[in-house]
């Protein structure tokens, strides 16, 4: 549930700075290995795929730019998944992402995914009654076929409260720069607030599974959030490269991946000692 998250959680800027900047390098080396470029092997490590969706405002784009920007533009593929066009409307909704998606040693960032048929689209009564409630299954499935051709799927909702969402609005409203990204759309979606909290709720509650679980990011201090996608990002991928078998140095290993694999290590010399 959206409710059990503590929304006060907060780093400095200096903080933030430091982690950023550690977090960057890693991913940066491990998005090399996971190319096979870091070390001229070129052995191909698994699809990497990060799914972003959120509150309006949540801070989406603010965290894509971070986990983006220190890699070179040819290694990573960003997405904005809009409203579907009429032509895609003629097939079965999930059909228009396998463009999009990364095949092996490729990465891809979505903002917005396959979700907004349980969000949006149940919220706003785009898709009937029994086409969302038919999508979580369908979803599942879906992600299943793609974790077991061995893809890395990490999801991410962005969550805030509605005081910090109507302070942002106010905000964009009065720069010049980013007011282009508050729509009457926004304003709208606001006064059905409990009612997409109820349809996020579902949707995490019944498509959070062990091969694509959902990360929940805190996102009303964006310093902790930026944080967290990165720290996130870099720990799932080099549990992927080390479970694949790759070469992966100490460095880009995060310390959270290395002590639990040193404790995976003596628990099992442990088992073998007692044999």
């Given at each position: 549930m959206l409710s059990n998250y503590d929304l006060?959680?907060?780093?400095?800027?200096?903080?933030e700075?430091?982690?950023?900047?550690?977090e960057q390098r890693r991913l940066v080396m491990l998005r090399l290995i996971d190319g096979g470029i870091?070390?001229?092997?070129?052995?191909?490590?698994?699809?990497?795929?990060?799914?972003?969706?959120?509150?309006?405002?949540?801070?989406?784009?603010?965290?894509?730019?971070r986990l983006v920007s220190p890699m070179d533009p040819r290694h990573v593929r960003v997405a904005?998944?809009?409203?579907?066009?009429?032509?895609?409307?003629?097939?079965?909704?999930?059909?228009?992402?396998?463009?999009?998606?990364?095949?092996?040693?490729?990465?891809?960032?979505l903002d917005r995914s396959w979700y907004g048929r349980v969000l949006v689209e149940r919220v706003e009564g785009f898709a009937t009654e029994e086409q969302w409630r038919r999508a979580y299954d369908e979803i599942k499935a879906f992600e299943r076929t793609l974790t077991d051709e061995g893809m890395v799927l990490i999801k991410f909702w962005m969550h805030i409260s509605p005081e910090e969402q109507l302070r942002r609005f106010h905000a964009r409203e009065k720069n010049?720069?980013?007011?282009?990204?508050?729509?009457?759309?926004?304003?709208?979606?606001?006064?059905?607030?409990?009612?997409?909290?109820?349809?996020?709720?579902?949707?995490?509650?019944?498509?959070?599974?062990?091969f694509a679980p959902w990360t929940v990011v805190e996102a009303e201090d964006k310093r902790f959030a930026r944080v967290k996608v990165l720290q996130t990002v870099t720990e799932r991928m080099a549990k992927a490269l080390l479970d694949q078998g790759l070469d992966v140095p100490p460095e880009a290993i995060p310390p959270s991946v290395a002590a639990e694999r040193s404790a995976q290590e003596s628990s099992s010399q442990a088992s073998q000692a007692l044999q």
């Open positions: 006060s959680q907060r780093i400095s800027k200096t903080q700075a430091e982690l950023l900047s550690a870091f070390d001229g092997s070129g052995l191909l490590g698994p699809p990497i795929c990060a799914i972003f969706e959120g509150w309006d405002a949540s801070g989406k784009g603010g965290a894509i730019r904005s998944i809009a409203a579907p066009t009429k032509a895609e409307k003629r097939h079965h909704f999930l059909s228009r992402f396998w463009p999009v998606l990364p095949g092996w040693g490729g990465m891809a960032v010049l720069l980013k007011r282009w990204k508050l729509t009457d759309e926004d304003w709208r979606n606001r006064h059905k607030w409990a009612e997409y909290e109820d349809a996020v709720n579902e949707m995490l509650e019944r498509t959070d599974t062990s």
